[in-house]
């Protein structure tokens, strides 16, 4: 996260970007006050990260990863990762980025933090500050308007170190031209590939081989778990085909979830605000009415917004876009929805001050007829219903296998017919079960002879017994024979490849195989030569990224890489075969990339004084946080 601000701070597009860089560290949890709590993790200079700053940015930190692989981490995955110590590790940089910037005499000011919330696009509706919606998402976030403030003036100040320290990186044209020629000189690589797949018929396979191979990989051919299952079902089907929903019932849904069904009427506005906060409200009006004389006398609308609005849509001529009732705050909303196209409304007071509106544009309803949904309607009130039949059903079953004592006892004494399974591993369930990936992940869960609780599912609900499990085992060698072979001559053959591919390389590097052509067609292999490439342009449909980087570091007086490059599932030998000079001198081109040199530096520069920073603190860790 720390490495994102980074970025961000010496960005071309720092304003664009810096308002969501704050609302991420925030919703990380790691900006605030330290009121110097007993238990801390960490002391920056003598100022502490409390355990509970600690606990919320790691745990913002696994939601995050969980949730980018889909709800659950790989197994090992904190602990390899080290997640708690790159947590303390960012926390400690920011800290330290805090503190510097204070001693340069870098603060930020109410006036700022105002500013900036305002301007946040999460807070705003269509473009306008929103105060209902601004409270409602620091609620639904567990932050309280002091709390998120404190935050925000935190990370504004990091934003400003990082703009301050950008102005000290300076690139030389002398620097530019060098630099620029440098990553734009195209060379062209000549190469071979050496490909496992012609080296299978030379792996030798005995028993003996194969039992060595198994032994050390044996842990590869364990079997999945499997479970055998007792349940019962309450589908949702079962109950929607019971349930009827009256016309009357349909129409009302219609009638009162309009937005569902099409694109309700929108309509396009501009404003002109002049603010009213910790001013004197009847001196705001006054200018408002000379401003609504303009409009009204015909003044060009845009223009006056340009001139007079204090809104963030003022360069834009006060335009807010389309938006529908419920996106604006009432009174606002009550104007706009009153007007007609081309009007100017009366002055119109909302929390954020005085407004003058124009109507610009309107976009009709278009809503779907009932006849065209009424199907869907009737399928979605059945569901909502079967929802709730089918769940007082399965808890009321749930209740009497509890007093049972077992789901079979149940059974017996209700005459139910339970569901069965064969054995079956959790990648090939039965048919009955194979669209339900919540249920077979709970019933992998258990134990055998565990009941299960109530399964909620898409389908309805499910309650699971397990009646036997078989846990992973090591099959004998003889059940596993044909793949084993199968692995054992691939991995044999991958690694006679490399061998070959190395001491190929070796070979051409100390000038004992002779020239390139001679050496590789001795191996019965194709030459190939690759497109032009540069540094500023690596990608080529023939070669893979880690050939072309490669390739990029040779030139006449070192044509061979060090060492043998592994790509996908085969090994590349390259050389370096000729090269051409840049010669395009584009003015627009060069420029950008100056832009990106001095990106590079301001980088640069910020990664030297946090590691000054850092050398010169006093910084201690609690480790026992950690373990």
């Known amino acids: 996260m720390l490495d994102l601000l980074r970025r961000k701070a010496q960005s071309p597009y720092l304003q664009a970007t810096v308002l969501i860089i704050i609302v991420v560290f925030i919703f990380w949890g790691v900006g605030g006050k330290n009121k110097g709590a ?21 745990q913002r930190t696994v939601d995050n990863f969980r949730n980018q692989f889909g709800g659950s981490l790989p197994k090992g995955f904190i602990e390899s990762f080290n997640l708690k110590k790159q947590v303390v590790h960012d926390l400690i940089q920011k800290m330290l980025l805090q503190q510097g910037g204070n001693n340069m005499g870098i603060f930020v000011s109410t006036d700022e933090i105002q500013g900036a919330i305002k301007e946040m696009g999460v807070f705003q509706s269509n473009g306008v500050f929103d105060t209902t919606r601004y409270q409602d998402v620091l609620k639904s976030s567990r932050l309280t308007p002091t709390k998120f403030e404190e935050g925000l003036k935190s990370d504004l100040l990091l934003t400003k170190i990082g703009s301050a320290l950008a102005q000290f990186a ?25 490909d496992p797949a012609d080296y299978t ?67 396009r506005a501009s404003h002109i605000l002049l603010k009213t906060a910790g001013k004197d409200k009847q001196a705001r009006r006054v200018e408002m009415e000379k401003i609504l004389e303009k409009a009204r006398a015909g003044e060009d609308f845009s223009a006056l917004a340009r001139q007079y609005s204090e809104d963030g849509s003022a360069p834009q001529g006060g335009e807010l876009g389309f938006f529908s009732r419920g996106e604006m705050v009432k009174p606002f909303e009550d104007a706009v929805f009153a007007l007609k196209k081309g009007d100017v409304s009366d002055i119109v007071e909302t929390p954020f001050g ?33 929802v709730n039949k089918a769940f007082e059903k399965a808890n009321e079953a749930y209740e009497k296998i509890i007093f049972a004592g077992s789901l079979m006892k149940y059974a017996d004494s209700f005459k139910v017919v339970l569901s ?12 009955s079960l194979a669209n339900n990936s919540s249920v077979i992940e709970t019933a992998f869960s258990l134990k055998k002879g565990e009941l299960s609780s109530l399964i909620e599912s898409p389908e309805g609900y ?11 085992v090591i099959p004998p060698l003889a059940e596993v024979k ?22 190929t390389l070796l070979a051409l590097r100390d000038g004992k195989a002779g020239d390139f052509s001679s050496a590789v067609h001795e191996k019965g292999l194709k030459i190939r030569i690759s497109d032009y490439l540069s ?93």
Request: aromatic fraction near 10%.
């Open 535 to 627: 540094r500023m342009r690596r990608t080529t449909n023939d070669l893979p990224p880690d050939v072309v980087a490669a390739g990029l570091t040779l030139g006449p007086g070192a044509p061979y890489p060090e060492k043998v490059i592994a790509a996908g599932n085969a090994f590349y030998v390259c050389r370096f075969k000729d090269k051409k000079e840049f010669a395009d001198n584009n003015v627009g081109a060069k420029k950008s990339f100056e832009n990106r040199l001095k990106m590079e530096k301001q980088q640069e520069l910020m990664d030297a004084w946090i590691d000054y920073l850092t050398k010169t603190g006093k910084i201690t860790i609690n480790e026992k946080y950690l373990n």
């Open 38 to 58: 007993l238990n801390a993790v960490a002391t920056v200079n003598g100022k502490s990260i409390t355990l509970q700053e600690f606990d919320q940015a790691y």
């Open 354 to 386: 005085f407004h003058i509106i124009k109507l610009d544009d309107i976009q009709p309803a278009e809503i779907k007829p009932l006849q065209s949904v009424k199907n869907d309607i009737e399928i979605k009130l059945k569901k909502q219903q079967a």
């Open 482 to 503: 044909k793949q084993v072979e199968k692995d054992y001559v691939a991995a044999e053959a991958q690694n006679l490849c490399r061998k070959d591919a190395e001491e």
């Open 201 to 267: 018929g030379k792996v030798p396979v005995n028993d003996e081989l194969l039992k060595q191979y198994f032994e050390k990989n044996n842990e590869k051919y364990m079997t999945q778990p499997q479970i055998k299952l007792k349940y019962l079902s309450f589908p949702l089907k079962e109950e929607m085909d019971s349930i009827t929903i009256p016309a009357e019932e349909i129409k009302h849904y219609y009638d009162t979830h309009q937005e569902e069904f099409g694109q309700l009427e929108k309509r």
């Open 170 to 194: 300076r690139v030389t044209p002398f620097e530019l031209d060098d630099r620029y020629q440098f990553d734009n000189n195209e060379i062209r690589l000549e190469y071979v590939v050496f």
């Open 420 to 431: 069965q399974t064969d054995f079956f591993t959790q990648s090939a369930p039965p048919a």
């Open 462 to 472: 499910t309650i699971l017994f397990v009646e036997d499990r078989k846990e992973s």
